[in-house]
């Protein structure tokens, strides 16, 4: 299937500091979604986007549609210990299957 | 409540044994999928379902068989021709673009 691009692979910060982790596609997409997974534990749905330039918040999580539906982005303000974790964003395709990319892990120090 | 479930949490497989990942779901969702997931690594669509007594492989599928006789219901085989199959599987059930996933099963090579 068609791939997500998502960088970085890994992400340590200070407790408090922001994160953003970015997904990018070579062609246009319909829709995305972001999900989070705990260490040992399984996705959990966080949003999915599917209009252009689209910005969607919860609480310290911002979420970002690009203009031309390419690329997307997620960004935690002030990161907390609980925000520890893999976050992945997924596209629904036609079929109604979802392909995730390859995941941000994100550590925060206390 | 209503969720997935997935059993067993842990499981061992001897060369050569083909083992059943069982996946049973009570929110009346018609689709249904499996997922493997190895370290460090995103998801991959093993075989998904759209309907009862219907289903599709995903990205990859060699190694791996189910059924869905029950709506209810979508087990996975691990066969003895899945040469590599020590990984983290879970199984996810959708309505609509909100996906449900279970816990997992972990599954290790004897």
């Known amino acids: 299937g068609q791939q997500v691009m998502q960088i970085p692979q890994y992400q340590h910060v200070q407790e408090g500091e922001d994160f953003t982790t970015y997904c990018n596609s070579s062609?246009?997409?319909?829709?995305i979604q972001w999900y989070k997974q705990r260490p040992g534990g399984h996705p959990v749905f966080l949003i999915q986007l599917v209009k252009s330039g689209e910005v969607k918040k919860q609480k310290r999580l911002t979420f970002q549609f690009g203009e031309a539906k390419k690329n997307s982005s997620l960004h935690i303000t002030a990161t907390q210990t609980t925000d520890v974790g893999t976050y992945f964003c997924?596209?629904?395709?036609?079929?109604?299957?979802?392909?995730f990319g390859s995941g941000t892990q994100l550590t925060v120090l206390p | 409540d209503g969720g997935i479930t997935q059993s067993p949490k842990y499981l061992f497989r001897k060369e050569g044994q083909n083992v059943t990942l069982s996946c049973e779901q009570n929110?009346?969702?018609?689709?249904m999928y499996w997922y493997r997931q190895d370290p460090g690594q995103g998801l991959r669509l093993i075989y998904y379902?759209?309907?009862?007594?219907?289903?599709q492989k995903g990205d990859i599928a060699e190694g791996y068989s189910v059924s869905r006789e029950k709506k209810e219901s979508f087990p996975l085989t691990v066969t003895s021709a899945q040469k590599n199959p020590t990984a983290f599987y879970l199984c996810?059930?959708?309505?609509?673009?909100?996906?449900?996933f279970g816990d997992g099963t972990r599954l290790s090579i004897l």
């Open positions: 062609t246009t997409l319909s829709n």
């Open positions: 929110l009346n969702h018609d689709a």
């Open positions: 379902s759209q309907i009862v007594n219907d289903f």
């Open positions: 997924a596209r629904l395709g036609s079929a109604r299957q979802l392909t």
């Open positions: 996810a059930s959708a309505e609509g673009y909100l996906w449900i």
